[in-house]
């Protein structure tokens, strides 16, 4: 991914903290601008308290972990992905 440099992994950390955050505000404003079952609503409350303790665990220094969710929230936020688009597969 990078060369474990200082300035660049403190930039792909402050990078995957962002993208953690948006797929919270993402869980969030479809809970409240859709209109959700009650199973997902409660599953995708589950998923935002995930996201939460993924946020709060993780660290600097574990850089697979800042490339995976750069890689993998990363991607889902450039497509304009949804919760509600889980259940198409997507």
Known sequence: MYDHDAKEVAIAYECARECIVHMMAIYTNALHHTNPTQEDCAA???????LAVELRELRLN????????????GARIKRGWKPQLMKAGQ
């Open 62 to 73: 574990d850089y697979a972990a800042i490339a995976r969710v750069r890689e993998d929230y």
């Open 44 to 50: 995708w409350r589950t998923e935002r308290t995930r």
